[in-house]
């Protein structure tokens, strides 16, 4: 009771509720992210549901102490707060946990990282559905992979000197508008692979031999797109308008 009473009346100092959503871009300092001016900040914590230990973000205004405990990542997953936030009209949040994975192999590595989008109530905690604190929205969030091409020196003349096959996935989200529900979000992505024509489906050294002129990066036209998403309240989650290709080549490490 005496720590619910504390965060009402911490939560009536706190900012004023926009008059309509609105976005707040965020600065990670160590294990938190929080906007220019101090006003709110964004932490994650571990929560339990069903059996299952929940990664989700929490938001807190200045002056609200920030939650305890350590998340205790894998050797291959790291957690950090996502660097963007949405104020809604209701005085709720959308908050984000960044969440990523990372490989290494003989003679190359990579790793990438997915967001995953929660819907947080006026107190700043993920809101409990159906199916307990899921996040509203997972889309990937960037990638970046190295992988070893040559063997011998045939296979350097072969590749113009270009040992590593490269690749690059970048994704942008904002908000797009208000909608009866939550914000409509854009998400927006690049891809790209150095050299041109290389593909991690394929063995590069059974393709024709490099020349200088591929030695460059070539947007990957197929996972380079955008796409609006709608919350789809019936479902508690964002729905695009057009399906997501399958870009695992840049998003999976």
């Given at each position: 009771m005496i720590a619910t009473l504390f965060l009402f009346a911490a939560l009536q100092t706190s900012p004023a509720v926009p008059a309509e959503d609105r976005w707040e871009d965020l600065v990670l300092t160590d294990n938190r992210a929080c906007t220019a001016d101090g006003a709110w900040c964004v932490s994650l914590v571990e929560e339990v549901w069903e059996g299952e230990v929940v990664v989700a973000p929490v938001v807190r205004?200045?002056?609200?102490?920030?939650?305890?405990?350590?998340?205790?990542?894998?050797?291959i997953e790291t957690y950090q707060p996502w660097t963007g936030l949405v104020r809604l009209a209701d005085g709720g949040f959308l908050a984000g946990v960044e969440a990523g994975a990372r490989s290494m192999y003989s003679g190359g590595g990579g790793q990438a990282s997915e967001l995953r989008l929660y819907r947080l109530d006026?107190?700043?905690?993920?809101?409990?559905?159906e199916y307990g604190a899921a996040p509203v929205l997972t889309v990937p969030l960037r990638g970046s992979l190295m992988i070893r091409a040559c063997f011998s020196e045939a296979d350097m003349k072969q590749r113009a000197g270009a040992c590593h096959d490269e690749y690059s996935f970048d994704a942008t989200l904002k908000t797009a508008g208000g909608s009866d529900a939550l914000p409509m979000l854009d998400y927006e992505t690049v891809a790209t692979a150095f050299p041109r024509g290389v593909s991690r489906s394929e063995d590069s050294l059974e393709k024709a031999p490099l020349t200088k002129a591929d030695l460059v990066a070539e947007r990957d036209p197929k996972c380079s797109y955008q796409r609006r998403f709608v919350f789809d309240a019936a479902a508690g989650v964002y729905r695009p308008d057009q399906p997501l290709p399958d870009c695992s080549d840049y998003t999976i490490p």
């Open positions: 205004a200045a002056g609200d102490p920030a939650p305890g405990g350590e998340i205790k990542a894998g050797d006026a107190a700043g905690a993920a809101e409990a559905g």
